[in-house]
């Protein structure tokens, strides 16, 4: 009953919020950053909070005459959590913009808040393609899963690769790039002869392995998302999939610079397509990469981290186009159609659909100076969501 009364009380605040369109004016500007800092995502929580604060160090902390400020709380990865926290943000510390949201369902859980409070929402991380469509007030600067998957289904059967086995992760983004890669790669001619879901949570994937063995393709297309790379590829290895001549091909989301360096020989020529790579080569990207290590005991930055630190631009560039303003509406509008060069090359923020446009690159896993990177060979220019379409 308590619960109930607290809760209805939250609810009627973001109403009242909504109907005021009243942010209190003072001189701060709070941005709330909701990240997994904990549990099995907290790679992800880690790498965004280190790119926000390389954002904020570098860009200094005031803005138009506000003084930003940066509340970070951890959801543990879990949406009941997401939820709450932000509502609290919304009601209590009275945040101008939400941010973060590292895995999908966390978004989702706070798609309808930042609409009835009319905050504006940036998703630095989640990539399933309709999350854009939960919220008119969402943004994202990470990707989709569609958007980086096509470049392998158009690669892989120009490189010998006609029969896949896919294996993702049993939830939006892994059925994303399942349904991606298996319409593009059977348009290019090649069969996706079975598609092999494990779960999110504690996967072993050993089981769905062996059936991938046995069923003798000539690839392996797997999705599983940032930080759960490293198990995937021992088990592969462990299953003598690579010995079986059985290639993997993925989204740059297996090879993650996060854990890249830590996975060994059986990484060494994995074929990827990602839109970002510590390894980009561009006098601004060797800049972020050097002076994130520096601030972060030589902790590489991986594409969550630029999602993280393109956000914080996106959010900064909009206050200072409505010259400090803090509401909603003019926020988001200045957050669209935002032009800008990223860490990972050139990028826009389209503002029809709210979502990134950016290059994607196919990279190849090679050891340089010693160390493992996603060396980028080939670029696919200005690429749109294609999710969008369906
Ligand atoms: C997601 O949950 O949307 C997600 C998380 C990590 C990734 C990709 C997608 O690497």
Known sequence: MQKRLFLGSIALAVATLAAGGAVAQTNTFKVGLILPMTGPFASTGRQIEAAAKLYMAQNGDNVAGKKIELIIKDDTGTPDVTKRLAQE???????????????????????????????????????????????????????????????????APKNGIKKVVSLVSDYGPGIDAERTFKDRFTFNGGTVVEAVRVPLRNPDFAPFLQKVRDAKPDAVFAFVPSGAGSALMKQFAERGLDKAGIKLIATGDVTDDDILNDMGEVAVGVVTSHHYSAAHKSALNQKFVDAFSKANKGLRPNFMAVGGYDGMRVIYEALKTTKGKGDGEALLGA???????????????????????????????????????NVEFETIKDVKDPGKTK
């Open 89 to 155: 943000m919304i009601v209590n510390d009275k945040v101008n913009v939400l941010a973060g949201f590292g895995l999908t369902p966390l978004a989702f859980a706070t798609a309808p808040l930042a609409t009835q409070s009319k905050t504006p929402m940036v998703v630095m991380a989640a990539a399933t393609s309709s999350i854009t469509q939960a919220s008119p007030y969402i943004v994202r600067t990470s990707f989709t899963l569609p958007q980086v998957t096509v470049g392998i289904a158009d690669w």
């Open 335 to 373: 957050m669209k159609g935002q032009v800008f060069e990223s860490p990972r090359g050139p990028v826009f923020i389209d503002a029809q659909t709210r979502d990134i446009v950016q290059n994607v690159y196919i990279r190849k896993v090679e050891k340089v100076g010693g160390q493992l990177y």
